[in-house]
Nanobody, 120 residues
């Protein structure tokens, strides 16, 4: 009965910032890996960032601009997005899995997403 709920999306001008949140509920233990993906219209879903207890991973396109953080007690992750560009416009999804991070791995749980639109 796990649920992931994203929040914090919205409309922002290029160069601005947004902070996304994802709260997990329905379980007492924290996930091994939690992360963020995004999908723009007409494009495939794209990996953005992931956080385990020991490591952090970022897509090259957001490295240096986005920061992922995790609150294990609350089973919540955040995505601080700075210096936003028009190409960052997409629906952002929170995801989680009980195994460690692995490129291309399948995530077990997904949220409904939150829209981020960057105007230029």
């Amino acid at each position: 009965q796990v649920q992931l709920v994203e929040s914090g999306g919205g409309l922002v001008q290029a160069g601005g910032s947004l902070r996304l949140s994802c709260a997990a509920s329905g379980r007492t233990l924290s996930f091994n890996t939690m992360g963020w993906f995004r999908q723009a219209p007409g494009k495939e879903r794209e990996f953005v960032a992931a956080r385990t207890w020991n490591s952090i991973y970022y897509a090259d396109s957001v490295k240096g601009r986005f920061t992922i953080s995790r609150d294990g007690v609350k089973n919540t992750i955040y995505l601080q997005m700075n210096s936003l560009k028009s190409e960052d416009t997409a629906r952002y999804y929170c995801a989680a899995r009980d195994a460690g991070y692995s490129e291309g791995a399948i995530y077990d749980y997904w949220g409904q997403g939150t829209q981020v639109t960057v105007s230029s």
